[in-house]
């Protein structure tokens, strides 16, 4: 099984597909500072796949390439932080107390 994620900028959105099928999505919004990601849903017949880790490790590691700081108002994307501390130096300095992730 491969997880192919691509960035759907139009959409505001990265949409992670196994097999052709959407299997999940990230949304965020681009501030003139940052990346907020708001939300993130794995659709339910592909749970348990890890489809939402790959997708945290994919928009993460796209911010940190293009250098942009991240605000993880999605709860999903936040947790996701607290348990891989690697990529706290990607997050908004101000948004580690407000998200609860230091």
């Known amino acids: 099984m491969t997880i192919t994620i691509t960035n759907h900028p ?5 949409e992670a597909h196994i097999d052709g099928q959407l299997a999940g999505y990230c949304e965020y919004n681009v ?3 940052a990346v ?3 939300h993130t849903e ?3 017949a592909f749970e348990g796949q890890g489809v939402g880790s790959a997708l ?4 993460l590691d796209d911010a940190r390439t293009q250098a942009t700081p991240v605000i993880p108002a999605c709860q999903f994307i936040a947790g996701y932080i607290r348990k891989h501390r690697e990529y706290l ?3 908004q300095p ?4 407000a998200f ?3």
């Open 94 to 97: 101000a948004s580690l107390r």
């Open 10 to 14: 139009d959409q505001h959105r990265y």
């Open 31 to 33: 501030l003139s500072n």
């Open 42 to 44: 794995v659709l339910p």
């Open 100 to 102: 609860h992730i230091e």
């Open 56 to 59: 945290a490790r994919h928009v």
């Open 89 to 91: 130096d990607v997050v």
């Open 36 to 38: 907020m990601f708001t």
